[in-house]
């Protein structure tokens, strides 16, 4: 059974391979095959954790249900109501609630995290001292110094308010420079990402598949 | 008479003596046994350990900021943690504990267990008394199964025949069957019982310190050199350790040493209780800044809505958008719009669909075909009122078609698979890919620069805006996206958040800059100020 | 022999690569279909040379290891899993890696995915370390060592909600056994309760939304191992602390490997690694002298 499985695996596997050479009939039935099975196993996943494991077993067969949870399917059903053309206006109702919630969650999230705590950790000794000898440490100094240059450049960059000209328009482009650098090793990272998956194919198709490694 | 009374009482004089003298014998015994072994010990064991310090400072208070049900017990080290005698391994925290508070836990043990075996009965009889038949005929095994038994004096073979392996199991289910309605009488009052057993707590632990009803209990350990504990428990009076609130608890803490029978005891602190707060204080910095925030985008959209311009500088990718719209007009090819991969509530997602009305009114004026490929069921569905609001907009309600807007699947990779193939099949004369994107944009963004078309991008995920620079004519980053949609769109609570966020940005500017300059120059103030921007709760 | 060949065959692409670059300088631009030639013999050959590099430890990796060796046996540990199988080539090794060590240091596992798939993985993850010879000689018991809570949709509302309560969210492990009666989780209520958590992430739900719900809500420590992808997002919350420790990609994973001393396949992969980046800078080179070229060529014949 498991050799059928990797026989299937691998020929999926050349078959989207072989979009590299050009698009091509087994491509696209492997990409079909592909759409077709992930829907599928999403709809079941959806169903089984959503409506069965969560819903049904949390509000209709638990011991103490869970009344709550029938506000959520009521409201999950109101979704349905855009399938009668009348009444799809209240299909907005659902959709609401999840981007309040979703916002509201958010809000704080982002607040503290992503602008609070990290505007908290750019002020910061600009001189860096050894903790052992007190001399400067020039390594350190000048990675705090690029940090500094680097959040307070790209905030600027990101000021929609006014036209990048002057000495706002120079800063905003050392901000440039500074997100460009960023994607720069934000692609490299990526183009490993790809090639470790690259790689895992490779090793499932002559490990696996055609056992020449090891 | 008189002699037999008196002889009766001198009998009873000497069995008391008796007694006594054995008594006295079995006492002194036992104390030099223990002198004894007392002596022993020191010669060639283990030196004892000196009793530790006590803890000192010891103060139990509720823990602030908080949903209640649980208490901070803080201690100053003793004397002989890390220094001293460097005998203290641990601080055991006791609680004083009433006996009833075993009753409370027992009937909540008792009340879960109860009712999953009422479910098991339930579910489990019918099936047993359905399936008995069925498994008991024409199973000509059983007759013939034998059993060796092996006694002390001979061996005994014992047969399984079927009439003893139905009566048996006939026996087993009639009994569940008999016993599962006053399983189901008896077990709604559990709970009952547990909660009235709640209610008397609190009494309970008023009688502190009285030994005939309680003791002190351990409610967990800190290692040494640890000068905190929390003593906390879930909000549900069905959880372990429930902790109730609004009762008066006691703790002491005990010094621990290798040796569990040497620990010092602290002073007793309390009583003490525990609460929950509405508001937690330690949030009050997001609190101000939410409420700065949520004023200036106010005062902005008030602004807007009163027709003050508002300046947002222009952005290279959105002049491009109407430019491509003409240029797939002209060649008679379909635009291609994607929504990326976020959920509705993405402020990405949501900032695209605004660009994506854009879009559509474009299309509609100009009468080019539009294709959107969409990930996920509810993004598609806004997405569909989103184009068709666009082509009423436009005037050309009839142009609308609901495949305009379709989609595709809820997987990654199979979607940009899909996706991949309409691009090839279809090459658009324009591709916008507007919203989340993740680690499908390169393929994405590559495959439309392979089909020739031209390519406008814009997404708030950083690692993936390389990829759009390379492979595509324009990009917006990260913020840039909700700036369009705030440009393109001229709404003015688009535009009012826009500038409210610009100015939150130039607060925070400041803020860092202030701060860099009073932590270098005066670190004192500086830490303070430090100190107001970071909020763990 | 296999090995021999291979590195032959490598001498060989290395010196065509070389032809290449002359041929691009002379005007004859690189078809994308040799690049993909390119790229496949850089990642199969090494792979047939059955080699692994010498790998220095980064300080993050050293960092993260410090966090877990504070632990002590006994100590309950989240793992969220929160990836599905086509990032398995990178966080898969990592979590093995990891469950290895958390095995033989009698450390506690509850695991959990806000990927459906990602319990799948830690299942495969678990199967994986067991065949690892101590640790089944620990005879390790479903339940009391480990448990798998399995999937829970709901993406970040999930780990807010397990602030207060984890069974709300989980009321029965992948078995069905219900949360209450699984012994290891007789003490666990949330996550004051838990000593450590750690997360391999491939995208959303993942890590962000650990350290923006879970971290800077209810305070707890966290490493997190990420695709390559995503690890650069990271870096500001590892140098603010909310993440105590990060492992980056599969040198990131092979790094782990090392440190816990748990060779795996991210070692192994990590030359057909180095020869796909090789391959990759020196296309890039190419790549940009044929577009100086073509553009010098440009500006020659515009009057």
Redesign the interface.
């Known amino acids: 059974m498991e050799t059928v499985s990797i026989w299937i695996a691998a020929i999926l596997t050349l078959g989207i391979f072989s979009f590299l050479y050009k698009d091509n009939p087994l491509y696209k039935a492997c990409e079909a095959l592909f759409v077709g099975v992930s829907a599928a196993y999403w709809a079941i996943v959806f169903y089984f954790d959503n409506i069965y494991k969560k819903f049904y077993e949390g509000a209709v067969t638990a011991e103490e249900p869970d009344y709550f949870l029938w506000i959520g399917a009521i409201l999950g059903l109101l979704f349905l109501t855009r399938l009668i053309p009348n009444i799809g206006w209240v299909s907005r109702w659902p959709m609401a609630l999840i981007v309040g919630a979703t916002a509201g969650l958010w809000m704080v999230g982002y607040f503290v995290s992503n602008a609070m705590n990290q505007i908290g950790n750019t002020i910061s000794n600009i001189i860096v001292r050894d903790a052992a000898t007190g001399f400067i440490a020039w390594g350190e100094t000048f990675g705090t110094l690029v940090i500094l240059v680097g959040v307070l450049s790209g905030l600027v960059y990101f000021f929609f308010s006014k036209e990048h000209k002057g000495v706002f328009g120079a800063t905003a482009k050392v901000g440039t420079w500074f997100l460009m650098v960023t994607f720069g090793a934000s692609f490299g990272y990526t183009v490993m990402s790809r090639m470790s998956l690259l790689i895992g194919r490779v090793d499932f198709l002559l490990g696996d598949w055609l056992h020449i490694l090891r | 008479m008189r002699s037999y009374l008196e002889k009766m009482k001198a009998s009873r004089v000497l069995l008391l003596v008796l007694v006594c003298s054995l008594l006295l014998v079995s006492f002194s015994t036992s104390l030099l046994a223990q002198t004894d072994s007392d002596t022993d010990t020191p010669a060639d064991s283990i030196p004892a350990i000196a009793a530790p310090a006590q803890v000192t400072d010891l103060k139990a208070f509720d823990t602030d900021n908080d949903h209640g049900h649980s208490i901070t017990i803080e201690w100053t080290l003793s004397a002989d943690d890390g220094a001293g005698a460097k005998s203290v391994i641990s601080y055991e925290i006791m609680r004083w504990e009433p006996f009833v508070r075993d009753s409370v836990m027992a009937a909540r043990d008792s009340l879960g267990w109860v009712q999953a075996r009422i479910n098991k009965f339930e579910k489990e009889i019918p099936l047993a008394e359905e399936s008995l038949d069925e498994v008991l005929t024409g199973q000509p095994f059983l007759d013939s199964l034998s059993f060796l038994v092996a006694y002390d004096e001979k061996d005994t073979s014992f047969v399984l025949t079927s009439e003893y392996v139905d009566k048996t199991l006939r026996d087993t289910i009639a009994a569940m069957k008999r016993d599962l309605p006053v399983l189901k009488v008896r077990a709604p009052l559990l709970p009952a019982r547990f909660d009235s057993l709640l209610i008397l707590l609190p009494k309970e632990y008023g009688k502190y310190p009285d030994a005939t009803i309680g003791r002190f209990d351990s409610v967990g350990t800190a290692v040494s050199g640890v000068t905190s504990h929390e003593n906390s428990s879930a909000v549900d009076s069905r959880s372990p350790g429930f902790i109730p609130d609004f009762i008066d608890y006691y703790y002491r803490i005990d010094v621990q040493t290798s040796d569990p029978n040497i620990r010092t005891t602290s002073e007793i602190v309390g009583p003490v209780q525990s609460s929950g707060q509405w508001f937690n204080s330690g949030l009050v910095p997001v609190l101000i800044a939410i409420l700065v925030f949520t004023i200036l985008t106010m005062i902005f959209v008030q602004l807007a809505k009163k027709g003050m311009d508002l300046y947002v500088r222009p952005l290279a990718g959105i002049e491009a958008v109407d430019e491509a719209i003409g240029r797939a007009t002209e060649m008679g090819r379909p635009i291609l719009y994607v929504l990326g991969l976020g959920s509705a509530a993405d402020i990405a997602t949501i900032a695209s669909f605004t660009i994506l009305g854009r879009v559509a009114k474009k299309v509609a004026e100009y009468q080019t075909e539009l294709n959107v490929p969409c990930y996920d069921p509810i993004v598609m569905a806004v997405a569909q009122e989103v184009v068709k609001s666009a082509f009423i907009d436009a005037g050309r309600p009839e142009a609308y078609k609901d495949d305009i807007v379709h989609f595709i699947t809820n997987s990654q990779f199979a979607y940009v698979g899909a996706v991949n193939g309409i691009i090839m099949r279809d090459l658009p004369a324009t591709n916008v890919y507007m919203g989340k994107f993740f680690a499908e944009s390169l393929i994405l963004a590559e495959t439309g620069a392979v089909a020739g078309s031209i390519q406008i991008a814009g997404t708030d995920e950083i690692p993936q805006i390389p990829f759009f620079f390379v492979a595509c004519d324009y990009t917006l980053i990260g913020e840039e996206l909700f700036a369009a949609s705030a440009y393109l769109g001229r709404e003015p609570e688009l535009l009012g958040s826009l500038k409210a966020q610009d100015y939150a940005k130039a607060v925070l500017l400041a803020s860092a800059i202030i701060g860099i300059l009073l932590i270098n120059i005066f670190p004192e103030y500086g830490e303070t100020f430090k100190s107001w921007f970071e909020v763990i709760d | 022999m296999?090995s021999t060949i291979a590195m032959v065959l490598s001498a060989i692409v290395g010196l065509s690569l070389i032809y290449l670059l002359i041929r691009t300088i002379q005007g004859h631009p690189v078809e994308r279909?040799i690049v993909?030639i390119y790229?496949?013999l850089a990642?199969?050959l090494p792979?047939?040379m059955?080699k692994t590099l010498p790998l220095p430890i980064t300080k993050d990796v050293i960092k993260l290891y410090d966090q877990l060796e504070k632990l002590q046996p006994g100590s309950k540990v989240l793992c969220a899993f929160d990836y599905d199988p086509?990032?398995?080539?990178?966080l898969q090794p990592m979590a093995v890696a990891f469950l290895k060590y958390a095995f033989k240091k009698d450390l506690k596992i509850i695991i959990m995915g806000l990927w459906?798939q990602g319990p799948q993985q830690a299942q495969q993850a678990i199967e994986e370390a067991m065949l690892d010879p101590i640790i089944a000689g620990k005879n390790l018991v479903q339940g009391e060592d480990w448990v798998n809570l399995g999937?829970?949709?709901g993406n970040?509302?999930v780990i807010?909600s397990m602030g207060?309560?984890f069974?709300r969210m989980f009321?029965?492990d992948n078995r069905h056994i219900?949360y209450?009666?699984i012994p290891l989780l007789?003490?666990v209520?949330?996550f004051?309760n838990v000593d450590f958590v750690i997360n391999f992430s491939a995208?959303?739900p993942g890590t962000t939304e650990w350290?923006?719900?879970g971290v800077?809500?209810f305070?707890f420590d966290m490493v997190a191992g990420n695709?390559?992808?995503?690890?650069?997002?990271m870096y500001?919350?590892l140098?603010?602390g909310?993440l105590k420790g990060l492992l980056?990609?599969?040198?990131g994973a092979a790094e782990f490997e090392k440190i816990l001393d748990e060779k795996g396949?991210a070692s192994t992969?990590l030359l057909?690694?180095t020869f796909?980046?090789a391959t990759?800078i020196i296309f890039i080179i190419i790549g940009n002298l044929a577009y100086f070229s073509s553009r010098k060529k440009k500006m020659a014949g515009t009057p």
Do not use: C, W
């Not at chain 3, 695709?227 to 997002?233: G, N, S, W």
């Not at chain 3, 980056?248 to 040198?251: D, F, R």
């Open positions: 296999l279909r993909f790229i496949g990642v199969v792979l047939l059955n086509p990032s398995a080539p990178e459906p999937f829970q949709s970040e509302f807010q207060t309560e069974k009321p029965k219900a209450g009666d007789q003490d209520v949330n004051s995208g959303k350290v923006q719900f800077d809500r305070g695709t390559a992808v995503q690890a650069p997002m500001p919350y140098r603010t909310q980056g990609g599969m040198t396949k992969f057909a690694q796909a980046h990759v």
